[in-house]
């Protein structure tokens, strides 16, 4: 039996809903980065955005071994902007406060995923829920005031599924 056939229907649903997760994420942060007027935070959101769609093209290949057609990009990220709304209206912080009390919540089922998934999935499932861990690293160094807040999502735009259990 091949690889492929082994993955559950769950697994693989929940690939799917989780990768067009990532794409309408790519665009929450690109539409949000537009709204900002503070330059500064533009370009934070405009690097959120970034390791979004870094997470999700680190899953195409799974799509593609799994046989999965996500709907269009076009599509998701439509929606992904709609998304905005609800937070257009936050301040920076609120929006940090925001991230740190949402995106563990991510983590949680990007964990529950791994588990449900072939173990040879794991390398670019793993390399998925780091960005969750990074984008809550990033806010709670924001929280605290560090000008160094940037450099995990830095990191994780540097690596990719391969070499991030090796740095």
Known sequence: ???????SEEY?????D???AEVMGEAYFSALADLAG????????????AVESHAAAAVVPLLQKHGLTP?????LKATGKTHVER???YDWMALVDYMLFRYP??????????????KADLPELEFLTLHEVVAIDF??????????????LHRYLSQNAATAGSS
């Not at 693989?12 to 799917?16: C, E, I, Q």
């Not at 503070?38 to 955005?49: R, V, Y």
């Not at 709907?71 to 599509?75: M, T």
């Open 1 to 7: 039996m091949s690889e492929a056939t082994t993955a």
């Open 12 to 16: 693989l649903k929940t690939l799917l």
């Open 38 to 49: 503070d330059p500064i935070e533009k370009e934070k959101l405009a690097l959120l955005a």
């Open 139 to 152: 806010a709670n160094m924001e929280k605290a005031g560090d000008p160094d807040s940037q450099a995990p």
């Open 18 to 20: 989780y990768y067009e």
């Open 71 to 75: 709907r269009s990009e076009a599509e």
């Open 105 to 118: 919540g991510y983590v949680d089922d990007f964990n529950n995923l791994e588990r449900m998934a072939p």
């Open 87 to 89: 937070h257009e209206d």
